[in-house]
């Protein structure tokens, strides 16, 4: 018993030894900077490594610099700067709209010197113009203005839930006039820190308040009307869904909130299931599914608005990249919130031809006195085979069925930034979609595209000007799509559009022997169409943002670009053996081509068939071996590659394919 006590008390004192001897340690090493490699947006890390000074790195985006350490790239995307321009410029007309109905006028760098150049005054008129104004208003009534970079009193109160970097909030800071406050959140303390430190650098400390809180339970604890944030942005690591809960209750009357999602695999309809399981809906494999995207979210985002009596209306919403990115404004209602089922369908898609039919979960109608009543919607608009091809539907939704933008509004962000392009370093490109958004048709969802029409029936591809002119013949409305470069949106219906595939069908003729009588190309062809196309190319045929030569459409802008790895604890730098990995991960499900070498010496060891029968007219240039086979040659079996290949112990045959084997 005394050695087991002596044995204990000795394995006591060396463990006790050991740790102050590893604390005074610790002690003495110099402490560096925080290094917020691998927080995330709404998530803690555990056990990162710190970073040295030696590995800072300064980027400049707009009029915001940001420092980061280079072994952490999530908090930088260059990609993702068209997504950050376009909610400066968006909260910047949100801002405008905002404070000019209290009276008070913004400025904009920039804006002021190019409206001159527009309207095309001398200064001496323009001095008078002012003059005569300032008369006019007495001295207590001039306007009052907010100007970049300045706290308005009146102005927006701005809230970033999941800040990382602040670079988003310190850019709202800079550019956009009219705000209050910014507040950058995250949950992470390095991230705090970190921002911390660009807030000091970007001397935005009077505007920006960096806050470390969960975003949910910050969001939570401004439910209250008096408390409420005019702006909230959303732009998490994949989904938002855990966010918008409470952000549709955290945003003002009328506020405006911009929600980013990135997990377009599920939004596109890889997962049905997991789509349902974060946003309510099951999304479908389409053609159209970018926009099918969009209003998914807008659904799920008025679905959870509705639960507190509340309602979103659309002002923008954009597919770019590998994300969506919507802009909507909150009210409150109880009359407008009955009319929110009237307003989301689900969509029957055929899987044969593609065609899709929407299918509204509630009617509105009107009633005596002015009233609206509202009503069970009566369905479903199709039969349980497809009218063209005979195949089944596929259910999906509910999704969003109206307008998906306001084109007033947009049409004032696209005034704004064409009169003042080098306010922003993606004008061009928000110029371009923005043009387009102005040419879709309002009131049509989803669309077809040019492929899925032509592959459908097996038959070469009209050109786009061309099913337009169609359609507009026919006497139908068409329109481009921003989410897709060949798409075709209509409000001709899905008989009329078929007839057109194959008036075109028969001035380029299929082989119909070729087609299986089961196909959706057969069943299609098989029947006459109603509707005689003119394909005759008309001017109105080609929009105006496809004449202008427009940049509509993203470009590949970098190497191995796209969304960035979620950070991990240690924060490791991307060098070469990441650059070396996401290169093999390229097109790494196509095979790589053979060497012609390495071909030629392989087929070299299959022997000829025909040269056996005394039909081979090759000789010598023969790609095959004309040596006669030996009786141990595991060659001698027939060649894959050869045209005439015999195969020994076909399926069925009844021949063990191998030891062990039944």
């Known amino acids: 018993m005394p050695r087991a006590r002596i044995g204990l008390w000795l394995s006591l004192t060396l463990r006790s030894t050991r740790s102050l ?16 490699a691998g927080m995330e947006n709404g998530t803690e890390p555990c056990g990162e490594e710190r970073a040295s000074e030696a590995q800072e790195t300064t980027v400049t985006e707009g009029a915001a610099k940001i420092a980061f350490p280079s072994a952490n790239e999530v908090f930088y995307n ?6 950050r321009d376009l909610t400066c410029a968006v909260i910047t007309e949100f801002a405008r709209i905002q404070l000019g109905a209290k009276g008070i006028q913004i400025k904009v760098p920039g804006e002021k010197d190019v409206q001159k150049v527009v309207v ?3 200064e001496q008129e323009e001095e008078k113009a002012e003059l005569k104004k300032g008369a006019n208003l007495a001295p207590g009534d001039q306007p009052r203005t907010a100007a970049v970079g300045e706290i308005c009193e009146e102005g927006l109160r701005v809230l970033e839930g999941l800040a990382a970097s602040g670079l988003r909030s310190i850019r709202f800071a800079r550019e956009v006039p009219g705000l209050q406050s910014v507040v950058a959140n995250d949950a992470s303390a390095r991230a705090v820190d970190l921002m911390c430190r660009n807030v ?52 003002s009357e009328g506020g405006l909130l911009c929600v980013t999602c990135t997990d377009m695999a599920v939004l596109a309809g890889n997962s049905g299931e997991t789509c349902y399981s974060k946003y309510g809906a099951m999304a479908l494999k389409s053609r159209a599914c970018h926009e099918m995207a969009l209003r ?30 919507v802009f909507v404004r909150v009210f409150t209602g109880q009359a407008k919130v009955k009319a929110s089922a009237s307003k989301q369908a689900l969509v029957f898609q055929c899987v044969g031809c593609g065609t899709f039919h929407l299918q509204r979960l509630g009617k509105a109608s009107g009633a005596s006195g002015g009233r609206v009543k509202f009503s069970a919607a009566c369905g479903p608009p199709i039969s349980p085979e497809c009218e063209h091809c005979g195949q089944r539907h596929q259910l999906g939704g509910p999704l969003w069925a109206e307008p998906i933008h306001d084109l007033d509004f947009v049409g004032r962000v696209l005034q704004a930034v064409s ?8 004008s061009e490109r928000i110029q371009g979609v923005l043009s387009v958004i102005t040419e879709e048709l309002p009131d049509v969802p989803l669309y077809y595209t040019l492929d899925q029409l032509s592959s459908t029936i097996r038959c070469s591809t009209p050109s786009l000007l061309q099913l337009r002119s169609a359609l507009l013949h026919a006497g139908f409305r068409v329109s481009l799509s921003h989410a897709c470069k060949n798409a075709v949106k209509t ?21 119909r022997e070729r087609l299986s009588e089961t196909s959706p190309a057969f069943r299609i062809l098989s029947v006459e169409p109603r509707l005689q196309a003119n394909f005759a190319v008309r001017d ?33 730098a991307a060098g070469e053996a990441m650059e070396e990995r996401r290169r093999l991960h390229q097109n790494k499900r196509k095979e790589p081509a053979e060497d012609p070498v390495q071909r030629a010496a392989r087929l070299k060891t299959f022997p000829c068939k025909r040269f056996k029968e005394g039909t081979c007219q090759r000789g010598d240039q023969c790609c095959y071996s004309h040596s006669p086979p030996t009786p141990e040659d595991p060659a001698a079996a027939a060649s894959p590659d050869h045209p005439k290949a015999s195969h020994q112990n076909p399926p069925g045959s009844g021949v063990a394919a191998g030891p062990g084997v039944d």
């Open 21 to 36: 001897c590893r604390a005074g340690f610790m002690e003495g090493q110099p402490q560096g900077p925080p290094n917020p």
């Open 78 to 83: 260059p990609v993702q700067e068209f997504n």
């Open 120 to 122: 095309d005054l001398s």
């Open 200 to 251: 000091q650098l970007n001397a935005v400390a009077h505007l920006v308040h960096p806050r470390q809180a969960d975003a949910r339970m910050l969001m939570y604890q401004h439910q209250r009307a008096s408390e409420r944030f005019d702006v909230i942005d959303l732009d998490p690591y994949g989904s938002p869904a855990p966010f918008l809960d409470a952000a549709v209750q955290a945003v």
């Open 296 to 325: 998914i979210v807008l659904h799920s985002l008025d679905l959870r608005a509705n639960c507190y009596q509340r309602f979103v209306v659309p002002l923008l919403s954009v597919s770019a990249d590998f994300y969506v990115r």
């Open 419 to 426: 009169a003042n392009p080098g306010r922003f370093h993606t």
């Open 491 to 511: 409000d001709a219906p899905s008989s009329a559009l078929w007839d057109i595939m194959r008036c075109w069908e028969k001035e380029c003729p299929v082989k």
């Open 540 to 572: 109105d045929a080609n929009p105006s943002s496809r004449q202008r030569g427009l940049k509509r459409f993203q470009a590949n802008p970098e190497a191995n670009w796209g969304p960035r790895p979620r950070a991990r604890p240690g924060g490791k």
